[in-house]
């Protein structure tokens, strides 16, 4: 079956402009986790989705940044305003019930860089 | 800051050796994993040990988990160039996240 998918795989946009990140996670999963990857870092815990409703969104760095999983699918990272610190790499995991218990299916990442 | 902590940062091996990877955390966990991320992809999970495990195996991998040390190994027996990657930790405390360490590039030479 399909695994995880992110689009686009790179978005490259300029400062203060507003971005949009992908995610499609294997169906059927309900836990959803957004994390941020530097270059020569480990993933940063973002955010992460029970279903529809963000159940832990701690890692957010400030308000600039938001997420949405509308229909417990899908899931949209949203940065606002956008600043050079934020290039990275966005990647999406999926999870059957919990992330933490479970394996973690990741996706191929976005690739964002703020000019 | 990160729970894990791989090391070392770096290793290189000539194909048919055996890799040793090392991660430190600081506080108790629930269980911890280990995850696989080749060049420009997504990580990839290996294995999972829970707290109350002390080894495990999987193929070519042997993970163990001391608790009291707060430490784990990622043993990879009979390396193989395929096996270049980065190698993280991820340690589970409960709730909902997992929290990486900053990994352990392993390059191996054919």
């Known amino acids: 079956g399909a695994g995880v998918s992110q689009t686009p795989s790179n978005k490259v946009t300029e400062k203060g402009k507003y971005v949009e990140l992908r995610c499609d996670p294997i169906?059927?999963?309900?836990?959803l986790y957004w994390y941020r990857q530097s270059l020569g870092q480990g993933p940063e815990f973002l955010i992460y989705?029970?279903?529809?409703?963000?159940?832990?969104d701690s890692g957010l760095p400030n308000d600039r940044f938001f997420a949405v999983r509308p229909e417990g699918s899908v899931s949209t990272l949203k940065i606002q305003r956008t600043e050079r610190g934020d290039s990275a790499v966005y990647l999406c995991?999926?999870?059957?019930?919990?992330?933490?218990?479970?394996?973690?299916?990741f996706g191929p990442g976005t690739r964002l860089t703020v000019l | 800051s990160q729970q894990g902590e791989e090391d070392p940062q770096a290793l290189s091996i000539q194909e048919g050796e055996n890799a040793t990877m090392n991660c430190s955390y600081k506080?108790?966990?629930?269980?911890l994993q280990w995850y696989r991320q080749n060049s420009g992809r997504g990580l990839v999970h290996l294995i999972l040990i829970r707290s109350n495990e002390r080894e495990k195996h999987s193929g070519r991998l042997r993970v163990t988990l001391d608790t009291s040390k707060k430490s784990s190994s990622l043993l990879i027996t009979a390396s193989r160039a395929a096996d270049t990657a980065s190698y993280f930790c991820?340690?589970?405390?409960?709730?909902?996240?997992?929290?990486f360490g900053a990994g352990t590039r392993l390059f191996v030479k054919a």
């Open positions: 989705f029970q279903g529809t409703g963000a159940a832990d």
């Open positions: 506080t108790s966990i629930n269980n």
């Open positions: 995991a999926s999870s059957p019930r919990n992330g933490g218990t479970d394996t973690q299916y």
């Open positions: 169906s059927g999963h309900t836990a």
């Open positions: 991820a340690t589970y405390t409960g709730g909902f996240k997992t929290i």
